[in-house]
T-cell receptor, first 111, second 115 residues
């Protein structure tokens, strides 16, 4: 089955700086790659996603890039703010029904 | 609609007891999913329903676990003879058929502690 690895496990940045989180996946059949933000005591919330026919997608301060050949994808957050502090998860999907998640990155934005 | 609702939010039980969790999906969503999340890890897929039919089950769903969605609306997840290793956050998500994984909305989860 699919395996998703995520790095780093923790990341601290100064407010205003950029943050980058990277994931690799194992199954070349995966075609959907979402990123979730999880705040304490809450379920994961979708923040951006990308499909395998697209190389890059941007939404305001958040962008995701996908390299299908290398089987890796990355989340980029620019101009970080304290409210960006949370756990971020990448995921990959082969079918439309199951997501395989990475192990998460605890992002801390220091004021 | 206030989103996916899960009840209870927290459950503490003694080892060997049975527990049942409930998930109320977004009303028009016909797909419902259960995931388990242990501390410091990402969610892991357990099972998925389309309407009332349970169509996929993970190997993580041992025979002590059973999930139902009797009328295609709310769902229950029961764990029999709980073990300490069952301690985790149990997340429910729902989506509309056709949206696939991109339409997932997660609930806030039920945190189970087995003592």
């Amino acid at each position: 089955g699919e395996n998703v690895e995520q790095h780093p496990s923790t990341l601290s940045v100064q407010e205003g700086d950029s943050a980058v989180i990277k994931c690799t996946y194992s199954d070349s059949a995966s075609n959907y790659f979402p990123w979730y933000k999880q705040e304490l005591g809450k379920g994961p919330q979708l923040i951006i996603d990308i499909r395998s026919n697209v190389g890059e997608k941007k939404d305001q301060r958040i962008a995701v890039t996908l390299n299908k050949t290398a089987k890796h994808f990355s989340l980029h957050i620019t101009e970080t703010q304290p409210e960006d502090s949370a756990v971020y998860f990448c995921a990959a999907s082969i079918t439309s029904r199951q997501l395989t998640f990475g192990s998460g990155t605890q992002l801390t934005v220091l004021p | 609609d206030t989103g996916v609702s899960q009840d209870p939010r927290h459950k503490i039980t003694k080892r060997g007891q049975n527990v049942t969790f409930r998930c109320d999906p977004i009303s028009e969503h016909n797909r419902l999913y259960w995931y388990r999340q242990t501390l410091g890890q990402g969610p892991e897929f357990l099972t998925y329903f389309q309407n009332e039919a349970q169509l996929e089950k993970s190997r993580l769903l041992s025979d002590r676990f059973s999930a139902e969605r009797p009328k295609g609306s709310f769902s229950t997840l029961e764990i029999q003879r709980t073990e300490q290793g069952d301690s985790a956050m149990y997340l429910c998500a729902s989506s509309l058929q056709g949206q696939g994984a991109s339409g997932y909305t997660f609930g806030s989860g039920t945190r189970l502690t087995v003592v």
